[in-house]
């Protein structure tokens, strides 16, 4: 049987590509290594606990020990790297967090896979590795930095980011990159645009402007509302990053995007029209240092090479992530409550 590792499993994303992989890789065992911070939530992933070919192990990628227990006692194949601090927010009040679990713990894992991976695992010249490894780094489209009125990140775009978020994440790129230029790991980094849909934390936009509405409270919009997004949906980012772990040619980046770009303010009204919400909600607020006012992704690397496609369109996306989002109150609750942390 073959083993993924998957970090950051009891998150957003990472929740979303384990449900989708145990249904269709039945016979694939899946290792969710999860530290447990603010954004992990074990409730993400209910239904699937008594899976025989799932397993969790509460641990911090940090933590050089506990991964090489992982690898060792499980003979992981391939790991799917998501386990970030990810909110930009966050990054401008506390970069150091940022820093060490984004650079730090991507580092103790391609350290952790090229020890177990390696033929010869001490000859730093050597680079032959056991058959069918890899690993896959998910990072984002924000290391590009912003975008003016036109063009698309393509992914010979130069690295330029903006915040403390994005600066790390290009870290870890970059590190991922240069274990595979020295030591011949095998490897894929994809960057995708921004995520929707089920089991997204509160504190981001789509979540929190349905939520709010859904209260009667007020819809905080950053500066003019303006920012420009590329918006793809969960379920159409787990199969593209499932496509490039299975098809993906080794040392290549690809781009993720979903073809729909948004300003900010037109999703909050979007948000508004399905909830039966009022405008009279939306406060502009003062709007947050570096912040970038246009991402879009050029996406056909992945389409042309590897027959990749999102799925989804917008239209429908926002749709069905409203209703979840109405019909999983009780989850959302227990997040803004913050009970999850303790049950």
């Known amino acids: 049987m073959k083993t993924l590792l998957v970090t950051g499993g009891a998150g957003f994303i990472g929740s979303n590509f384990i449900r989708m992989m145990l249904v269709k890789y039945p016979d ?22 008594k899976n025989p070919n799932y397993v969790f192990v509460k641990a911090d990628v940090r933590d050089r020990k506990r991964m090489d227990d992982v690898f060792a006692e499980y003979g992981v194949d391939k790991v799917v790297h998501f386990a970030a601090e990810s909110h930009v927010d966050r990054s401008i009040t506390d970069p150091e967090v940022f820093l060490t679990t984004n650079v730090l713990g991507t580092q103790v894992l391609l350290d952790t896979a090229k020890k177990y991976w390696k033929t010869e ?64 790991l095998p490897f894929n980094i994809t960057r995708c ?46 199969e593209a990053i499932d496509t490039v772990l299975t098809k993906g040619r080794p040392g290549e980046v690809y781009n993720i995007g979903g073809n729909n770009e948004k300003a900010n303010i037109d999703i909050v009204r979007l948000i508004i029209s399905q909830t039966g ?21 050029d996406n056909t690397k992945i389409t042309a090479h590897l027959g990749w496609k999102p799925k989804y369109t917008f239209e429908k996306g926002i749709h069905e992530t409203i209703n979840w989002y109405i019909d999983n109150k009780d989850w959302v609750e227990n997040i803004i409550s913050g009970d999850y942390r303790t049950n």
């Open 121 to 184: 695992p001490d000859n730093n010249h050597s680079r032959e590795y056991k058959p069918d490894v890899k690993y896959l780094q998910v990072s984002t489209d924000e290391v590009y930095g912003a975008l003016g009125k036109d063009g698309m990140f393509t992914e010979t775009t130069p690295i330029s980011p903006n915040s403390p978020y994005s600066a790390s994440k290009a870290g870890a790129d970059l590190l991922v990159r240069a274990y595979g230029e020295t030591f011949g």
């Open 28 to 49: 694939c065992r899946i290792v969710n290594v999860d530290a447990l911070t603010y954004a992990g939530n074990l409730k993400n992933l209910r239904g699937i606990e």
């Open 193 to 238: 645009s921004n995520n929707y849909g089920p089991y997204q934390f509160p504190e981001k936009l789509i979540p929190l402007m349905i939520h709010n509405c859904l209260r009667g409270e007020p819809l905080p919009i950053y500066g003019d509302g303006m920012q420009i997004r590329d918006w793809l949906h969960v379920s159409d980012h787990c």
């Open 277 to 297: 919400a009022s405008e009279s909600l939306i406060r502009y607020v003062a709007d947050r240092p570096g912040h970038d006012r246009r991402y879009a992704i």
